[in-house]
């Protein structure tokens, strides 16, 4: 068992792509489709899904007529291989930059944000949608922390100077809480944390403890997940 518990943990992704249905982030398609009518993506629209993870958000993409690819470190066959700090396409080639769920794993952020504004197009736009904490970041395992968007997540109003100062304006905030509630219960459904985590002791103990803690902060909406179109100026 803890054998298994560890391959989750060295592999967050593929973990999460297992107990939860469709895209890697709260509120899976339907966020996605709200996203790409606020970027106006349809017919022939230039869209880097930025941290794609198994590319569900590009094939929704293209099945509007979209000209999507998506970039991950670790990326679909036909992605790209790269780091949203450096991203290896060209300048103003891109309408629309996605990234779901990704920049609150990217430290830093700045240099992702500007890059996500170098490759846009004048009249581009960046869809963002991103983990907010209110307060102290919880405290977890670095691969635990990962699976859930908490690496390098801030505050909404953080988010929103980071966005800003990388030259571009934001417009249409939203939260979704709801969705992270949903994802939460989604998850819980599947997973029986306590027969897992009960089984290795301490370090069960400690992590189910962990688990429990961030459960109450998604209650009292200390953690959120929103979303943002932003133009760069
Ligand atoms: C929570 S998943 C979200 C995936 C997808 N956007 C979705 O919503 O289904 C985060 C993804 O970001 C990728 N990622 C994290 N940091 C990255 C970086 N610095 N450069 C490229 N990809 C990164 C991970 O490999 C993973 O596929």
């Known amino acids: 068992m803890g054998k298994l518990f560890d391959k989750a943990l060295a592999n967050p992704w593929a973990a999460l792509d297992y107990v939860v249905d469709g895209p890697l982030h709260p509120g899976g398609r339907e966020s996605t489709e709200a996203l790409l009518d606020r970027t106006g993506v349809g017919e022939g ?19 509007r007529g979209a000209r999507a690819v998506g970039l991950d470190r670790d990326p679909p066959a036909d992605g790209i291989r790269g780091d949203l700090s450096h991203l290896p396409v060209q300048t103003g080639s891109f309408d ?16 992702a ?8 197009a004048d009249d581009g736009r960046l869809a963002l949608s991103d983990m907010v904490v209110a307060g102290e970041v919880p405290e977890l395992p670095a ?16 988010l929103v ?13 939203r939260d979704h809480r709801e969705d992270l509630l949903a994802m939460r219960d989604q998850i819980a459904s599947r997973v029986d944390y306590e027969a897992l985590l009960g089984r290795l002791g301490e370090r069960g103990e400690r992590l189910l403890a962990a688990i ?7 209650e009292s909406g200390e953690l959120s997940y929103v979303s943002l179109v932003a133009h760069p100026r």
């Open 212 to 218: 429990e803690d961030l459960e109450g902060r998604v």
């Open 143 to 158: 691969p635990m922390s990962e699976m859930l968007c908490l690496s390098n997540t801030s505050d909404r109003t953080t």
């Open 113 to 120: 944000f500007r890059e996500a504004g170098r490759v846009l």
């Open 45 to 63: 629209t230039r869209l880097l899904d930025a941290g794609c993870g198994t590319g569900e958000s590009v094939a929704a993409a293209r099945s």
């Open 96 to 111: 629309v930059v996605l990234a779901e769920c990704v920049m609150c794993l990217v430290p830093g952020r700045s240099l």
């Open 161 to 173: 100077d980071r966005v800003e100062t990388a030259g571009f304006t934001v417009e249409d905030i």
